[in-house]
């Protein structure tokens, strides 16, 4: 069965730093372009973050850019986003998604495009 499992959320301080996981089993990662996602309450779910199948383009929301890090580990079958400075307005549940990228240039993850979906994590940035 094909999985994706976050983890890594949880409650920090403004300006503080978490790292989420993003690990997937019953398949590999090689040939997925990976997408983190996040839905703070009320609101709809948007894209964060995206990294193709061989990690060589990233692409970030404005909102992010300069304070996330999306990487990947294919040996692993993992990927992480590394998020520095967090504000109050990043909590919400993060959600890790595939799409197939056999190419490695889908450095864009449309919502709708996506393949597999992970159950999400929470994400709580309050002092």
């Known amino acids: 069965q094909l999985q994706l499992a976050e983890s890594g959320g949880g409650l920090v301080q403004p300006g503080g730093s978490l790292r989420l996981s993003c690990a997937a089993s019953?398949?590999?990662?090689?040939?997925?372009?990976i997408g983190w996602f996040r839905q703070a309450p009320g609101k709809e779910r948007e894209g964060v973050s995206c990294?193709?199948?061989?990690?060589?383009?990233?692409n970030y929301a404005a909102s992010v850019k300069g304070r996330f890090t999306i990487s990947r580990d294919n040996a692993n079958n993992t990927v992480y986003l590394e998020m520095n400075s967090l504000k109050p307005e990043d909590t919400g549940v993060y959600y890790c998604?595939?799409?197939?990228?056999?190419?490695?240039?889908?450095?864009?993850?449309?919502?709708?495009?996506?393949?597999?979906w992970g159950k999400g994590t929470l994400v709580t940035v309050s002092s």
């Open positions: 998604a595939a799409r197939t990228d056999y190419t490695g240039t889908y450095s864009h993850c449309p919502r709708a495009g996506m393949h597999y």
């Open positions: 019953g398949f590999t990662l090689d040939y997925y372009a």
């Open positions: 990294i193709t199948s061989i990690g060589e383009s990233t």
